[in-house]
């Protein structure tokens, strides 16, 4: 899964259980649909990732799609916690948005027989994820 900065879903990858999510990364990265803008003089495009990216097929996936790579561990971002008193965490963002989408009991256990309708039940999660943050963001 693919956020913003603040957790709202931009892209879903679906697959079996027994991929590792970092051989999912170049397909999750090129189904970016949203004209990103343009980067200006000193300014880059970011990617937050956890230690599970951490590795040279991973750096070129993001490196190949113009991101600038922030790959922490959890003892790194424990440590930034206890120097700086008001560090956050950045992969928490995307661990946040987890626990949305597990809101929704039907994508708990996956007991669809094909790709494509557990796929269509997760579109469907992370569009109501989003009107359900664009409501918070409007009304308080």
């Not at 590792?20 to 990364?25: A, C, E, G, I, P």
């Not at 951490?54 to 993001?62: I, L, M, Q, S, T």
């Not at 928490?92 to 269509?120: D, G, I, M, P």
Request: charged letters at 25%; hydrophobic letters at 40%; a positive charge.
């Amino acid at each position: 899964m693919l956020v913003d900065g603040h957790g709202v879903p931009l892209i879903l990858v679906a697959s079996g259980a027994n991929v590792h999510d970092v051989k999912l990364l170049p397909a999750t990265l090129d189904q970016v649909v949203i004209k990103r803008p343009a980067p200006c003089a000193g300014q880059e495009q970011n990617l937050c990732a956890d230690a599970g990216y951490k590795g040279h097929p991973a750096r070129e996936a993001v490196l190949a799609g113009n991101y600038r790579p922030h790959i922490k561990q959890r003892r790194e971002e424990a440590e930034a916690k206890r120097r700086e008193p008001g560090f956050r965490a950045r992969r928490q963002v995307v661990e946040r948005t987890h626990s949305w989408l597990n809101r929704f009991r039907k994508l708990l256990v996956s007991f669809e027989k094909t790709e494509a309708s557990y796929c269509a039940l997760l579109s469907l999660a992370a569009a109501l994820t989003c009107c359900w943050r664009q409501t918070i963001t409007i009304y308080g």
